[in-house]
Each structure stands twice: as C-alpha cells, then as structure tokens.
C-alpha cells in the first residue's frame, strides 16, 4: 500500500503540472521525462544526459515485451559487468524519477537487478541533491522524497546519508510552499520509520539538530503550527528517550534549546535538564557537561543548503577583499532579504566561525577575511531579536572556552571584528563590547563564574596568541561612551592598563611567514593598522594582492593531550568485541596493541559480524588513536629499518590485511567500509594509507589499494578524495608531503598531471631545499610532474600563486625535458607589471634556444610599452648569437603581416587564438631594437633580409607608418642604388630590374634568390595591387608583380 500511496501522490503532483495548476518551476516544463529546469538558452547537462541515456537503454530493453522477458532481459545485461549493471541502475533510477506511474514496477526492478546494496543508486541521489536539487523538476522532488521513503523502508544501508544530505537542503529562515513541502516530507520519512532512526546515533543528533533549528521559523499559518507541533513532538521524543544520542551536538543544542524554551514541552524539557539531569539519562550530569564540549563542523554545516555553502566559501577563498559588495549583495538578495531570513544569519556566523577556518596561506592573503563578512551580516540585521541573537552566535564559543578543548579559529572572528570596525563602525565595536559585558551574568546566573572565566580564557588566549597585540587600544577607545569605557575597566582591568596613552593599535611590519606554517612567539601584531571598512566604503586594494595591508600571521594551536572517553559507544557492541576494545585502551604496549588490533580484525571478518557495528567501531578506533594522527609520521632519518617500524602502529593492522586479500573477497569490502567509518570520523586516516602503501615492504605494488578505498568513501570520487588527502597532509607535514610527492606523481598521472591542484599545494609549503630534491627526483626519472597536453594550462594557472610559488613551479617545469614551443603561447598571458616572475623564468629559457619562427612570433606579439623590455632583450640576445636566422623570421613576418587581410592572417597562424601579430608591433619593436643596438659593432639591420622586408613594407604602407618608422626605412634606402632613378610606374619599375643595379659588395644571386622566394610565399596571398603612384621607388616591392 505505501508504494502505491507514494505513486498516487507523485502522479497527482505530475498531472496538476500538466493541466498547468501544478504552480512553480516544474508546471510549464515539458512532459517528456526531463529531470532538470531549463531555458532555451541553457546547455544540456552532462548528468542529465547520462540519465536519460540510461534510461532509454532501460525502455528499449523492456518495451513491449513481458514482465518476465524484462526481467531476464535486465539481468543478462547486468551479468556482463560493472558499466551495464550501472547504466541498468541508473535507468531504472530515472524511470523511478521521471515516470511516476512506472515507480512501482521500477523499484521493484531496481532491488532485483542490483549487485552493490543500491551503493550506485545512493550515491546518484546524493549528488543529485548536493548539484542539482535547485533546478530539480517538481515531479522528480516528489518522486525522489518517495524513492528516499522505499529505500529507508527496506533498510538499504546508506540511506541514512541520504536522509541527512536531505535535510541538509531544507533551507532555514525560508517559509516558501516547497521549502515547507520539503521540511514535513523529511520528517514524515523519519517518523514513519521511527525504530530505523533509532539504530544511527548520527541521524539521531542530526535530525534533532535540524528540526529544533526549523520550529523556529514555522509559525503564523495554519499549516505552519501543524507542522510546528509535529517537529516539537518528533524532537521532544528522540531528546527524552535518547539524550546521550543527542549530547553529542555539544553546547549548540542549549542555543537551539533556548529559541524554543517558551514552547511547554521544551520548558518542561529545560527543567529536567535544569534541576533533574539524571531523569533524561544516568550519565548525563548537568547543563555545565553541555556547554562545555565544543559543536562538531558537522552539525554546524548542516543548516546551510549545499549552494549557500557553496556562494560562502566561494567568498572566502576566492574573493578579494574589497571587491566583495556584488557577492554579498546577490547572497542578500537570493537568501536574506525577508523579514522570515533574518533568523538564518545565526546559522551563517556559526559556520563561518566553526567551520571556515582558512589555511594559512589564505589567512596571509588578501582574500576576504571572516571578520568583514560577520560585520556585514551585523550592519545589515533588521530586526532586533536577530540582531541579539547573532551577536550571541558570535560570542557563543567565548562563553565557556577552554583553550585546551577549543580553537582559536572560534573565537578569533569577534574580535577582529570589534578592531577593525573601530573606525569605520564604531557603533558596531561598541554594541558588541556592550553585549560582551552584559551576557556574564545574564546568560545563565548560576554559571556565571564559569561564563567569566570563559570570557576571560578568550581574551587571555587571543593576546597570548598575538591576533591583537594588546586590547588596552580597544577596551579604552575615546571613541567609546564613558560608561561603555568604565563597565570595561570593571570588568577586565587586566586588559585595560594601556603603556601609553589611549589611541589605535599601532602595528609594526610584519614578519614574514616560515615555511613550515607557525607563527614566531617573537612576532609583535598579526595585523597591519589599515582602515578597514564593509561593503559600500571599501576602497579598492592592490588587485594583485601581493602587497596587501592586511597581513594574518598563521597562529599555532597548543595540542593537550584530553583523556579519552569511549564510555558512549561501548554500550552498542558486542560484549565479544566490547572486551577486545577495552583490552585495547587498557594496552600501553604497542605490540600488544598490535595483537589485540589484529583480533579486532579477525572478528570483523567472521560470517556472523554485524556490520552496522562497524561505525561504532570506527568511533572507538578513532578515539584511542588520537595520538596515531598528531605529530610527524616520516622518521627523522629515512631508512628501510626506520620506514618499517614507522608503520608498524596498531592502527595499520587494517592496512596491513587489506594488501593481503583479493580485492573481489567479501572481506576485502567489509574491512573498505571499517576504513570509510574511519575516514568519516578521522580524515587523516587518507593520507596515513598512502603513507603505509609507499613505506611498507607488505603493500609493496599496492598502490591501487588507494582507489578501491577512494571510491568507498562517501566522496566516492579518487580526484577528490586524493586532493583532500594531500591537503590534509600539507597542512600537517611538509616532509611527509614531499615524500610522497615521487609515488603519487607516478601511481595517479591522470589525477595529478591534469591540473596545478596538487602542484599548488606543494610549491606552497615546501622550502628551497625541498624543492631541490624534487627536481633531483625529475632529473633521475622518479617524478614527471608536467606532461605536454597539459603544462600549458598548468603554467597559466600558476600566475596568480604566490612569487616564490611561481619560481617553484618554473624551476620544477625547467628540470623536465619539455619543448619551450610546448608554453610559448603563454607569452599572450603575461603582462610586465603582474607577471615578473614568469618572465623573468621565460626570458632566461629563451636565451638558450635558437629561435624558431614560432617563437619570434610571440615574442612580437607583446604589446610595446616603454617599461617592458622583454621583447627587446631577447631580441638583442638572438641577434649575438643567431642573427641570420632572427634575420629570415623577422623578413617573413613582415612580408606576411604586410601582405595578407586581417582574416587570412589570423587563419594561418598556428596560434591564431592568442598572437595578435600586427605589422605595426612588429615595427615597434624593430624600432625599440635599432634604438637599442645604436652605438654598438652590431650591424644586424644591414643585413639584407632586414633590408628588404623593410622595402617591402614601406612600399606598400602609408605615409602615417612612414612618419612614425621613419629612422627605421632609412636604413632601407641606404640599400638602394646611390644612382638617381627616374620616376616611373610601378610596372615599368618592374620591368627595369632594379636589383641589376645593387652595390657590386651584395652577392646578386644570393638576392635574386631571396627575392624570388619572397615572391613565390605571397603568390598564393597577395591580391594583385592596384595600379597607383608612389613616392620613392620600390626594388623589392616591385617583385610581386
């Protein structure tokens, strides 16, 4: 019945589409199956295209035949491997979308036919959903909630993920008709399949995080208070029966819980969890336990749709400071501009604060810092109740800050934002310091001696950190109210007492970053005193960013050991495996470790193992290893011994298996998604595989183990999961990153050699004697890191790095045996003001070569400019070394820029896309070069080539050219015949044969010679000329006729 009730609803939402009452996106598009909205204008999308591909495989396959022959049809073409079982799924999956009377039948279809548990189906809807939601046809939503519902309740392993990657679309602070639709169908799912929910801890906490967040936003309406009541029930009930579950939200559960405390189920809730904690569970101790354990990304990531995400981080990692009020001025109008959004700018300081901590690197830019974008959320809030609420969201992780447990990066933001609009926003600096004070005894009086010292630990921590250097400029501003100044110095006398007299942070020039990515304790400021300003009174900054005013230096996190507590997880497995655990955390020894790890193994891997203990024990793994993923891994002196006893961790048993099995062995899957578990919960897990295949005698000629896991974690994708990897690695060890640097280069060309990703990542972080022994390994033929179809792309990527990154990247290009023809057209890249260090690389590889008449070309094509001396230096260099030969390519590109039509020209060129070859430039930089050459013994325009291309043009050009060039054809007519000529015709000039009458010191043959093949090179081009009087006379031009 539900699978047909699923059926109903989504044919009746498809029918009312088509009889046009169907209201939105979906109503007008046509009915032939489309997944996605389009316009006339828009490309067909790859995915969908693949699709309906897939679908119509499906439909010819089963069309007009019996249920039975279909069936038998579909599972022969499955059985001839993996591509046709995925292209079976994925029609199958399309029909389910797009043909709600076929849904049924479909389904059932799709759970004979697929091998994998519905693994490719899956991770489809999870792309679908995190791409392509947005333009999703109404139907195909429908449909796709109502696949979600048959997948959870069949209890297809991983619907889960789906369910949360739902959720995570359901916007907040938006109370449109589809975003309501989408909010109670969700919640529908899960209620439905209540004992399902039970089993995930994870769907658990992020469900109730979810749905405590959109009460909020659900009331006014009818609808909305059914709704309204129905998420109350939902959470109220997971909250009560399973509170340990949902402890682990951290202290962002209490923020959430207090929006909705007025509500009697939740004030009931509040004062069991106030005055009888013990009610809701036995461990659970107090609110204090609560706010005292930091929020996890993921909960915090979760409440924003994946294209708010996308548009934020965008922002900060792309976008230049100064440059960011059409950003954020779209964000405004796409998503902030109803008086229901306001309650979103929480969501959005709470991910920017716990979620966007950039690297250093962009920290160290002048990429769009954290700050300016909270205090543009705040000077445009519109209501007051938000307004008070996002400063709380802002100040959140002050409140009980430990600087063991928490980050800096959390606390780092308000701060910032109270120095730099100290000038430009006063008001905004003295709101906060306001509310800074007010919220010690007012958030909750009898922890207010906690919240004091939290408060207190921020501010001690921020200086100690060196992200202000003293907050005497800041709390005793003149620019603040006497009372604002005086509740300061109660409050915080410790941080009043200035040296001197009150005025702006004075800070002195930074110091520069080390390779290694800490901050020196020595340095005084992390931020230069530039005026800072939001939206409309920024001023445009340096576009190119290398002198930017405002400079983070990265700051270094104090790691303390915490004591590890896998209390939570024991209770949920097996009492086998539970004692195995214990025994394990019990264990100092690292090869008794080792025996009860490989024990651990063994029973994963036993027939009658519960595979949905496998997150369970991720989560132990994760915790009791902590220790595995700080610090370095590559020992300090490399070798065969070292390398194997660094791998020898309890951790790499899992390792150490998987190389020993057959990849097409059940377990070989079974111990992938223990790894995938991992990875989830501890990402560095990536990077220690690669490590352990590239050090380990056991997983030599394993790397391809590395794929198979790639492709079993979420992301699914090797690409991403290797860049992420690698990232993780960078950022963590340098030595390590290079290392293995050669083994990934080698095992993952078509990852690595496609973009400048990874080169990026190294050249950021590595030092000279680093780079050194890369280009040592390319030399020795460990390491090829640019290939020929793609160094080009590579090379142009790499003009907006960093300049000692860009001088990495040459000198690592300069040590593989690559063409220079291969990069030449970058030359149309590159401008002498913004691009020096490419030039300067480009110029000294010139000099080596013999110029070919492609090179010359580019090196022409540069526009001429006073203070750009390349065309001319290496000009001047060819002409020491190789001048007949710049002589003929200079002859003919004259000859051809003079003689053929704009259009022809740019057709012949091999690089027509790029050379704008002109004969003016060419005369130009000729010109540049005489002027250059003047007063030296080099007589490289006397050479007769030279001579009469320069004839040649000047014969045909007009007399403006003449004005502008003409020291440049004076050299020309000192070639010519000293005898007077009489004035003649251009055809009786022909016809007299002037080159008889050369000086006796030119060789006539080797002229006639170079005269005739000017000839026969124009003679396919050139139009006939026209018969017309010219001043002068021509002895080359002549030839043509």
């Known amino acids: 019945m539900e699978l047909q009730k699923g059926k109903g609803a989504a044919a009746a939402a498809a029918a009312s589409g088509a009889a046009g009452g169907g209201g939105g996106a979906g109503a007008g598009a046509p009915g032939g199956g489309r997944l996605l909205l389009s316009t006339s204008l828009d490309a067909k999308d790859e995915l969908e295209e693949r699709l309906e591909r897939c679908m119509s495989i499906v439909t010819s396959m089963t069309a007009g035949v019996s249920e ?120 529908d799912i899960l209620m439905e399949q209540r004992e399902w929910v039970l089993k995930s801890s994870i769907l658990i906490a992020m469900a109730v995080y979810t749905y405590l967040r959109l009460i909020v936003d659900h009331h006014g309406t009818t609808q909305l208070q059914a709704l309204r009541q129905k998420e109350v029930d ?424 998987l190389c020993q099995m057959q990849e097409d062995n059940s377990s070989f899957s079974l111990l992938l998604d223990l790894l995938s578990e991992l990875y989830q919960k501890q990402p560095k897990i990536g990077y220690h595989l690669l490590y352990y295949l590239r050090a380990s005698k056991a997983a030599a000629g394993k790397m391809n183990l590395y794929e198979s896991f790639a492709q079993a974690t979420q992301l699914g994708d090797l690409h991403t999961c290797l860049m992420m990897d690698m990232k993780a690695c960078q950022e963590d060890d340098v030595r390590l990153l290079c290392h293995l640097t050669p083994s990934i280069y080698t095992e993952f060309p078509d990852e690595t050699l496609r973009s400048g990703e990874l080169l990026n990542m190294i050249v950021a972080v590595i030092d000279s004697a680093q780079l050194q022994e890369l280009v040592c390994h390319v030399m020795m033929g460990n390491l090829v890191m640019f290939r020929k179809d793609s160094v080009l792309n590579i090379l142009i990527q790499s003009l907006d790095w960093e300049t000692f990154e860009q001088y990495c990247a040459w000198q690592l290009f300069l040590a593989h045996n690559i063409p220079l023809e291969t990069i030449i057209p970058i030359l149309q890249h590159l401008k002498y003001k913004e691009h020096p260090e490419a030039l300067s690389c480009l110029l000294l590889q010139l000099r080596r070569e013999k110029p070919s008449e492609e090179m010359v070309k580019m090196v022409l094509s540069r526009p001429c400019h006073p203070d750009d001396q390349f065309t001319t230096s290496i000009l001047r260099h060819w002409c020491m070394k190789h001048d007949e030969l710049l002589a003929e390519h200079i002859k003919s590109l004259l000859i051809k820029n003079n003689s053929l039509p704009r259009k022809r020209q740019s057709l012949r060129s091999s690089s027509s896309k790029l050379a704008q070859l002109t004969l003016e430039q060419i005369l130009e930089h000729l010109d540049s070069l005489r002027l250059n050459l003047t007063n030296t013994k080099q007589n490289f325009f006397s050479q007769t080539p030279i001579l009469q291309a320069l004839q040649h043009v000047q014969a045909s050009c007009d007399e403006a050219h003449k004005m502008k060039f003409s020291d440049l054809f004076s050299l020309a007519e000192e070639y010519e015949d000293s005898s007077t000529k009489p004035p003649k015709s251009r055809r009786k000039a022909a016809l007299s044969s002037p080159r008889s009458r050369k000086n006796a010191t030119q060789p006539p043959n080797a002229e006639e010679e170079s005269g005739s093949s000017s000839a026969s090179e124009e003679e396919d081009t050139k139009p006939k000329p026209t018969k017309r009087k010219r001043k002068g006379s021509s002895a080359v031009g002549s030839d043509s006729d």
């Not at 279909?70 to 199958?92: F, M, R, S």
């Not at 679309?169 to 938006?174: F, N």
């Not at 921590?461 to 003293?470: C, F, G, N, P």
């Open 68 to 187: 039975r022959e279909a069936n038998d049809a579909l599972n022969a073409y499955v059985c001839k491997g993996p591509p046709q079982h995925e292209e079976i799924c994925l029609g199958l999956f399309t029909l389910v979308l797009t043909e709600p009377a076929q849904a049924q039948k479909c389904y059932r279809d799709l759970a004979l036919v697929s091998r994998d548990g519905m693994n490719i189906v899956l991770n489809k809807i999870n792309q679908i959903l995190m791409e392509k939601y947005l333009k999703l046809q109404d139907t195909c939503r429908t449909q796709l909630v109502w696949l979600v519902r048959e997948l959870v309740k069949s209890g297809v392993l991983g619907a889960d993920g789906v369910c949360m990657t739902f959720m995570k679309q359901i916007a907040g602070g938006d109370v449109t008709a589809k975003n309501i639709w989408l909010a109670e169908s969700v919640l």
């Open 234 to 657: 939902f959470c109220i009930s997971l909250l009560r029966e399973r509170f340990m579950e949902c402890l682990m939200i951290g202290r962002d559960l209490v923020r959430l819980l207090q929006n909705v405390a007025r509500i009697p189920e939740f004030e009931l809730l509040w004062k069991d969890i106030i005055h009888n904690p013990q009610a809701l569970s036995p461990q659970f101790t107090g609110i204090l336990q609560l706010l005292q354990s930091r929020t996890s990304r993921k909960f915090l990531a979760c409440r924003l749709t994946p294209d708010m995400e996308t548009k934020l981080l965008f922002m900060t990692s792309r976008v230049r400071f100064g440059q960011q009020k059409r950003y954020q001025d779209w964000f405004q109008r796409q998503y902030l501009s109803t008086p229901d959004s306001q309650s979103l700018r929480c969501d959005l300081i709470r991910y920017i604060c716990g979620v966007v901590h950039p690297s250093n690197e962009v920290l160290s830019s002048d990429i769009l810092p954290r700050w300016a974008i909270i205090g543009w959320l705040l000077t445009t809030c519109t209501s007051n109740v938000a307004a008070s609420n996002a400063k709380l969201a802002l100040f959140y992780d002050w409140l009980f800050f430990s600087p063991d447990k928490d980050s800096i990066m959390n606390i780092e933001p308000a701060i910032l934002v109270m120095h730099h609009s100290m000038k430009p926003h006063p008001a905004i600096t003295a709101t906060l310091l306001d509310f800074m004070c007010r919220i010690i005894p007012n958030f909750y009086p009898p922890l207010e001696g906690h919240v004091r010292q939290g408060v207190f630990s921020s501010l001690n921590h921020i200086v100690e950190k060196r992200v202000l250097a003293h907050l005497a400029p800041l709390f005793d501003n003149p620019k603040l109210d006497k009372e604002l100044r005086a509740m300061l110095r109660e409050k915080f006398p410790e941080f009043c007492s200035s040296p001197s007299p009150p005025v702006e942070v004075k800070i002195e020039e930074p110091v520069s970053m080390e390779m290694d990515n800490h901050m020196s304790d020595k340095d005084e400021s992390c931020y230069d005193n530039a005026e800072a300003a939001f939206s409309d009174d920024e001023e445009d900054l340096n576009s190119k960013g290398k002198k930017r005013e405002f400079r983070f230096h990265p700051i270094k996190e104090t790691v303390v050991e915490e004591p590890v507590d896998i209390t939570p997880y024991l209770d949920q497995l097996d009492e086998s495996l539970r004692d195995k655990v214990l025994q394990l955390q019990k264990g100092s020894d690292t090869e008794a470790q080792c025996e009860v790890m490989q024990e651990i193994v063994d029973q994963v891997l036993e027939e009658d193992f519960d595979s949905e203990q496998l997150s369970v024990l991720a989560s132990c793994l994760q915790e009791l290893f902590k220790g595995h993923f700080r610090g370095e891994v590559l020992p300090e002196e490399i070798t065969e011994e070292s390398l194997e006893e660094s791998v020898g961790k309890p951790l790499y048993l899992i390792f150490r298996n």
